[in-house]
């Protein structure tokens, strides 16, 4: 089966995103909401996921489990979002419009993510 090239962009931009938590770990500590314990291994276990949904995403037999797995990641890192909206600090100096837009575009990365589980 051949997947598409879009299927290729979304796995690369979480592939990414995902060594990106090792390379600058502190830009994703500071949006980690504070009644979280362990903060670093949060990080880690979110870099780790992304990187191995990046890669799963790419093998057509596990595309549609890495679906799901983006889908639930991105519902387990919202409160981050969430935080990082109503947090100046957390907010990584970006204006407070920017913060909000990224609220709803969890749902768009979740719809965009949903449109492979069915492969």
């Known amino acids: 089966m051949n ?7 979304m796995a690369a931009i979480y592939f990414i995103a995902g060594c990106n ?6 830009l994703y500590l500071k949006i980690i909401p504070p009644f979280f314990s362990k903060p670093k291994l949060l990080n880690i276990i979110s870099g ?5 949904l990046g890669i799963l ?3 057509p037999q596990t595309t549609v489990l890495a679906a799901w797995g983006i889908i639930l990641l991105l519902v387990a890192v919202f409160p981050a979002n969430l935080y990082m909206f109503q947090n100046e600090k957390a907010g990584l100096g970006l204006p407070k419009w920017v913060r909000f837009i ?3 575009l969890q749902l768009v990365l979740i719809y965009w993510a949903y449109h492979y589980t069915k492969y």
């Open 3 to 9: 997947l598409p090239w879009h299927l290729y962009c």
């Open 57 to 59: 995403l790419c093998i």
């Open 48 to 52: 780790l996921a992304e990187i191995v």
């Open 21 to 26: 938590h090792f390379r600058n770990p502190r």
């Open 102 to 104: 990224r609220l709803p």
